[in-house]
């Protein structure tokens, strides 16, 4: 239980993807844990009868046992639901895709037609024509 808070609290303050899903496997886990736990709890309340004298300390204990293993259940079962549905939340969001056509020049020769800046234009080749 202790291992999977961890992972719990980890999964909320770094969000991965990765982590979530690790949430929502321990807390799987840790319902049929804890489910394991309440039948036990349960069977040993009512069926065993004990031979101590002092019967109400230990149906005290067993007691509280038993409490604490359905707060660990109920606890398991809403962290539980939460990943699932920031699971679902996250899948549902789409990617943003950007198209860049190929025929865009790379730098445009005029200048913005709201710019107050002469145009830049690159200097012709040099004249090789006149050599001897």
Same mark, same amino acid.
């Given at each position: ?27 799987? +886990?840790?319902?049929?844990?804890? /489910?394991?736990? &309440? ?6 309340? %009512?069926?065993? !009868?004990? @031979? ?38 996250? +899948?549902?969001?789409?990617?943003? /895709?950007?198209? &860049? ?6 730098? %445009?020769?005029? !200048?913005? @037609? ?19």
């Amino acid at each position: 239980f202790i291992f999977a808070g961890c992972i719990t609290i980890t999964a909320t303050t770094r969000t991965s993807l990765d982590l979530v899903k690790g949430s929502i496997a321990l807390n799987i +886990s840790n319902v049929f844990i804890a /489910v394991t736990g &309440i039948t036990l709890s349960g069977f040993d309340v %009512s069926l065993i !009868p004990h @031979p101590f004298t002092s019967m109400g300390s230990i149906i005290a204990i067993l007691a509280l046992l038993l409490t604490t293993n359905v707060l660990q259940l109920i606890l398991a079962i809403t962290v539980f639901i939460a990943g699932c549905c920031s699971l679902r939340h996250a +899948s549902i969001g789409s990617s943003q /895709v950007f198209v &860049i056509p190929a025929d865009f020049p790379p730098h %445009s020769p005029l !200048p913005p @037609p709201y710019s107050l800046e002469p145009p830049v234009y690159a200097d012709p080749p040099p004249s090789y024509s006149s050599i001897s």
